[in-house]
Nanobody, 116 residues
Framework: QVQLVESGGGLVQAGGSLRLSCAAS????????MGWYRQAPGKQRELVATITSGGNTNYANSVKGRFTISRDNAKNTMFLQMNSLKPEDTAVYYCNLVRVTRYEYWGQGTQVTVSS
């Protein structure tokens, strides 16, 4: 069993920055892929970025060059550095972990609000 707890959300003006953290408890395998997703009001949940334990990353086109995902395997923690934030980045951001078996875990989400 894995528990994921996000933190770091908040209200920021357009052009500002936030850093999200996701603390994972339980046993994390080296094959687990972690990632960030977001869901804006009235929209479907969408991928923001993913990262493997080896550091391979994948980003949504909408955040490339502005967001950076990272992972501290020793501390079972994942981060999302968000720069140059835009109002359209406003959403609830969720931490995700996917096993090689495709079973996945989700955090409870943290709200990010970007004002114009």
């Amino acid at each position: 069993q894995v528990q994921l707890v996000e933190s770091g959300g908040g209200l920021v003006q357009a052009g500002g920055s936030l850093r999200l953290s996701c603390a994972a408890s339980g046993y994390i395998f080296s094959t687990d892929v972690m990632g960030w997703y977001r869901q804006a009001p009235g929209k479907q949940r969408e991928l923001v970025a993913t990262i493997t334990s080896g550091g391979n990353t994948n980003y949504a086109n909408s955040v490339k060059g502005r967001f950076t995902i990272s992972r501290d395997n020793a501390k079972n923690t994942m981060f999302l550095q968000m720069n140059s934030l835009k109002p359209e980045d406003t959403a609830v951001y969720y931490c995700n972990l996917v096993r090689v078996t495709r079973y996945e875990y989700w955090g409870q989400g943290t709200q990010v609000t970007v004002s114009s």
